[in-house]
């Protein structure tokens, strides 16, 4: 979703910054989106340390001269039930997951207000609105990640700031095909997992950036504190099996 994110953000004519612990990949985005035309970099930071957040926001603001949008997007998942977890399976999630957001706006704010308007997009799944089997730490880290999203936008909206949170279903990522693979037959789970969704298909990460640039604009003036769920219809009844084939699964 991230490098997706970064694509379009680029292709509509925003300076982009990188940050992830994947150096190799992260500079390659960076140059495919350079040799496009666009303006992008690339910063290493493992999001769980607070320095490392630090430092790259200082870096990026130095290199733009500004910093107006973050989207906080980075995200792992363990399919573990809570008996089978280590203390240190829990904190390396949720410092991922939710820590990293703390350590973004806690640093990021002074670049952000800094702004006439600015604004924060974190990720947030589902899982933020309800229980998923066997990922009981994801589950509460994106639940986390959904209420603080809204305090961000409470204490910060007198500085021009608003933030919002994107809220995937089934979206065809590494991740997805990591939680997949957990299972003796990944492509019968995903099989699945799909007839729940009124649509029959998965989304993909395109999809999602599209609504992150939505809230990362005036486009959506007025809207902060809130969530947008992009799931296909998987929410939209407790029971549902689609019938077959969705006209979704063909191709405009």
């Not at 992830?20 to 303006?39: F, P, T």
């Not at 939710?98 to 952000?112: D, E, P, R």
């Not at 504190?225 to 969705?246: C, R």
Request: proline share 4%; aromatic share 6%; charged share 20%.
């Amino acid at each position: 979703m991230g490098e997706a994110t970064a694509k379009l953000f680029a292709q509509e004519g925003a300076a982009v910054a990188l940050a992830d612990v994947q150096a190799d990949h992260g500079h390659a985005i960076a140059r495919e989106i350079q040799s496009a035309g666009g303006e992008a970099i690339f910063t290493p930071c493992d999001v769980s340390s607070e320095q490392q957040v630090r430092t790259s926001l200082q870096k990026v603001a130095e290199h733009f001269v500004s910093l107006q949008i973050l989207i906080n997007c980075a995200g792992i998942v363990q399919v573990k039930q809570l008996h089978e977890s280590t203390e240190a399976d829990w904190d390396r999630l949720m410092a991922i997951n939710v820590k990293s957001i703390f350590f973004a706006i806690k640093h990021g704010i002074g670049f952000l207000k800094k702004n006439p308007r600015s604004y924060v997009v974190n990720i947030g799944s589902v899982g933020s609105f309800v229980g998923q089997s066997s990922t009981p730490a994801y589950t509460a880290s994106k639940g986390a990640v959904l209420m603080l999203s809204k305090s961000i936008a409470l204490d910060y909206a007198a500085d021009g700031l608003r933030c919002n949170c994107v809220c995937p279903g089934i979206t065809d990522t590494a991740m997805l095909r990591e939680h997949l693979n957990k299972s003796p037959d990944p492509d019968a789970t995903l099989a699945a997992r799909l007839r729940r969704v009124p649509m029959g298909i998965p989304l993909t990460p395109h999809d999602i950036a599209k609504s992150i640039l939505y809230f990362s604009c005036e486009d959506s003036a007025g809207i902060t504190g809130t969530s947008l769920i992009i799931d296909g219809g998987y929410l939209t009844a407790a029971e549902w099996q689609h019938p077959g084939h969705t006209a979704f699964m063909e191709k405009p």
